[in-house]
């Protein structure tokens, strides 16, 4: 029970620090901080899976399931948006005109 009261302690920790680190981050840092945290995010899921081949009690199923859905929801969704974000970076690209013959 210790374990789990320090797990949703340091859950909420992290969450509080996380927010104040973030809201100051000015907007031109928004993409590569996106990536990272993309990065961090398949490090979590990797080791929640990894953490999954001990034995665990019911709860702790529960709480590392969830935890396990919503990191690949930001992983794949996090990927998604900043591919979409340096799609706008690139431009569209013009297409060369085609020569008219003059009379």
């Known amino acids: 029970m ?3 009261i320090l797990m949703v302690v340091v859950f909420f920790g992290s969450f509080v620090i996380g927010y104040l680190l973030i809201s100051r ?4 840092l928004h993409t590569p901080l996106m990536s990272m945290t993309n990065a961090i995010s398949a ?7 990894i953490l999954f081949s001990l034995p665990t009690t019911p ?3 529960v709480l590392g399931s ?8 930001n ?15 690139k431009g569209k690209k013009k297409k060369p005109e085609a020569k008219t013959e003059e009379q």
Do not use: Q, S, W, Y
């Open 2 to 4: 210790f374990n789990l």
């Open 25 to 28: 981050v000015p907007p031109l």
């Open 43 to 49: 490090i979590t899921l990797l080791a929640a899976l």
């Open 59 to 61: 709860i702790e199923k």
């Open 66 to 73: 969830i935890a396990i859905i919503t990191a690949t929801f």
């Open 75 to 89: 992983v794949v969704g996090g990927f998604v948006i900043t591919d979409k974000m340096l799609k706008l970076f």
